[in-house]
């Protein structure tokens, strides 16, 4: 799985479920939107010229409800929301990989570098049995 660029924001805002904003600055981009459970290796290349992404993985109960965020700090509370893994803090143009094994049902890929989240930088994807 292949992610991490720019385009629009769908879904689970920071507080307004199941939005769609147009042109929202930033996104995060998977190449399948639905894998086999078991072992997924996660594949991530930072296509900003200019900027520091990450890429965390959380699972999702309900996707109406929206991440635990702390708006002063612009972040997703990552621990709330029980962060499986990531891979943190990609120069521009750099590369990662995560690998986990992840149980069917619905996962969120995020960035959680200050206020990127809120842009748009977010995911879903989806683990059939």
Request: aromatic content about 4%.
């Amino acid at each position: 799985m292949n992610m991490l660029g720019h385009g629009e924001m769908r879904g689970m805002g920071t507080g307004k479920p199941g939005g769609h904003v147009p042109m929202a600055p930033m996104e995060v981009r998977a190449s399948s939107h639905v894998v086999r459970a078991g072992e997924v290796t996660f594949e991530v290349t930072n296509e900003s010229s200019q900027l520091v992404h990450e890429m965390v993985v959380s699972p999702v109960k309900d996707t109406k409800t929206p991440l635990p965020y702390d708006k002063a700090g612009q972040l997703v509370d990552e621990d709330t929301a029980g962060h499986l893994g990531e891979v943190s803090e990609l120069e521009p143009g750099k590369k990662g990989a995560l690998k986990l094994t992840l149980e069917p049902g619905t996962y969120i890929l995020y960035c959680n570098v200050p206020g990127h989240y809120a842009l748009g930088m977010w995911t879903l994807l989806t683990v059939k049995g």
